[in-house]
């Protein structure tokens, strides 16, 4: 399958390593070609990663801090693979034995990891703004690794090269012609946001479904479809990307029962039936099995791209660390 660029698309010259941005704050901001950019430089680590050998040390003698003031397993140890394969020394910061615990502000915080002299910080953290707080204030390369309810760009960059793997996708397609629809809690995830910009910006048709109270008031301002039933939602997609319910960010009650969400928006093979037959599944995880999907569908053979989203991962978060650093590594054709 390939699809026409959308007409404001450019592509750097062949060869080019310039990429503009300072850091990765979110897909906000990012003209279609440098998206493009960022997946076909992950490719060489996709064919890297699946090597026996999956050493490159480009960044050897590189500093990298992953400062996670939330809980991650597949974002952390996915940063933490990609720098040491790049040959960087990687420190996650123990944030729970940190002298956060003692009210150290996130701006002395980030004082304090400047002075050490990093070379790229990686931070999670759950309020949504921090991640340029500290951007703002140090000087290395920052990279979002989800802040609170606004993005999570590392994950939407993985989701898209996913598709373009699963669906077989040249480099030089588009996503024109594909419907991605994303369901479930949409009004507090930051996959969902980013996801949206990235897919959209790629050309994709994105519609997303969630029951009313976790659906963002004005979200056809991001140029998505809105639906409220998941079936209807369903007809015709390409990929189907469901979202878990994000306890940690609701006040109150937000859905009757987990048992009337599974039966109203739960991925279950009957209603996967309803998508494209080629359809893929897929979903950031952490997942919460038999709420948002059933385990026959999350491990369906095939269609399920959940693991190849992690294996992903990995590489789009090589790319992102190789290109960031460019400048300070006095890379020739750096713009
Ligand atoms: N998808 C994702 O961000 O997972 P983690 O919270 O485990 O990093």
């Known amino acids: 399958m390939t699809s026409p660029a959308p007409s404001h698309a450019g592509r750097y010259p062949a060869g080019s390593l310039a990429f ?3 850091g990765l704050l979110g897909i906000a901001g990012l003209a279609p070609h440098e ?20 050493r490159d040390d480009r960044l050897a003698g590189l500093t990298i801090i992953n400062a996670f003031f939330e809980n991650s397993t597949r974002t952390l ?7 040491k394969r790049l040959g960087a020394d990687v420190v996650n910061m ?3 034995q940190s002298s956060v615990k003692k009210g150290e502000t ?21 309020s949504s703004g921090a991640v340029r707080l500290i951007a703002d204030k140090v000087d290395c390369p920052v990279l979002n ?8 760009p590392t994950q939407a960059l993985l989701d898209a090269l996913t598709i373009r793997h699963g669906k077989g996708l040249s480099r030089d397609s ?42 963002p008031a004005g979200i056809e301002a991001m140029k998505v479809t809105p639906f409220h039933d998941f079936d209807a939602a369903l007809k015709g997609t390409d990929v189907v990307m469901m979202l878990r319910l994000q306890q940690e960010r609701m006040q109150g009650q937000f859905i009757p029962s987990p048992r009337e969400y599974r039966y109203l928006y739960g991925l279950t ?45 990995v590489a789009i978060r090589m790319a992102c660390l190789d290109v960031l650093t460019r400048r300070a590594r006095g890379v020739e054709g750096w713009a």
Not at 35 to 54: G, S, T, Y
Not at 77 to 83: D, M, N, V
């Open 77 to 83: 140890l996915s940063f933490e693979i990609a720098g």
């Open 106 to 126: 996130l701006i002395d915080t980030a004082m304090t990891l400047n002075a050490m002299h990093a070379d790229a910080i990686v931070i999670r953290h759950g």
């Open 94 to 96: 123990a944030v729970a």
């Open 20 to 22: 503009p941005h300072r």
């Open 145 to 152: 690794a989800g802040d609170g309810q606004h993005e999570h």
């Open 269 to 313: 093979p009957d209603r996967l039936a309803r998508a494209r037959p080629d359809a893929l599944v897929m979903h950031p995880g952490p997942m919460n099995r038999g709420i948002e999907i059933d385990s026959n569908v999350a491990d369906l053979d095939g269609r399920s791209m959940i693991t190849r989203q992690v294996e992903m991962g």
């Open 174 to 215: 588009w996503f024109n012609g594909l419907t991605v629809t994303i369901c479930g809690d949409i009004l507090h995830s930051r996959v969902a946001r980013s996801n949206i910009l990235c897919l959209t910006t790629l050309g994709a048709e994105v519609r997303v479904c969630a029951p009313p109270a976790l659906m």
């Open 35 to 54: 998206i493009l950019f960022l997946l076909d430089e992950a490719e060489q680590w996709v064919e890297l990663n699946r090597q026996p050998h999956k």
